[in-house]
């Protein structure tokens, strides 16, 4: 079992920047990969970022490329989500997720290639 735990949301103005951080806690060497979802309410989570735990190598839907980073500190078993230039439609919760080495891989905007989810954090992007 991985337990995740977002924060770092609030109110921010457009063009303005927030930096999220998630604590994984648990068994968190079967995790493969760490990843940032959105969503609003009536609409479907949408992928945002994924980050391989060992190596580093981010991931990016093309919505966000250029405008959002993914890191991660293995030490503190923290990944991070550094959010720039941020729009209206940006206002979202933001969801940490964790794959499980070995699960199925359906595609890094598939919900069923994740196992573990946070609760969530609002972010509500002002102009």
């Known amino acids: 079992q991985v337990q995740l735990e977002e924060s770092g949301g609030g109110l921010v103005q457009a063009e303005g920047s927030l930096r999220l951080p998630c604590v994984a806690s648990?068994?968190?060497?079967?995790?493969?990969?760490m990843g940032w979802f959105r969503q609003t309410p009536g609409k479907e989570r949408e992928f945002l970022a994924a980050?391989?735990?060992?190596?580093?190598?981010?991931y990016y839907a093309e919505s966000v490329k250029g405008r959002f980073t993914i890191s991660r500190d293995r030490v503190k078993n923290t990944v991070f989500l550094q959010m720039n230039s941020l729009k209206n439609e940006d206002t979202a919760v933001y969801y940490c997720?964790?794959?499980?080495?070995?699960?199925?891989?359906?595609?890094?905007?598939?919900?069923?290639?994740?196992?573990?989810w946070g609760q969530g954090t609002q972010v509500t992007v002002s102009s």
């Open positions: 648990g068994s968190t060497s079967e995790t493969d990969l």
């Open positions: 980050i391989a735990w060992l190596s580093g190598t981010p």
């Open positions: 997720a964790a794959r499980s080495a070995g699960r199925r891989f359906l595609g890094y905007d598939d919900e069923r290639s994740w196992l573990y």
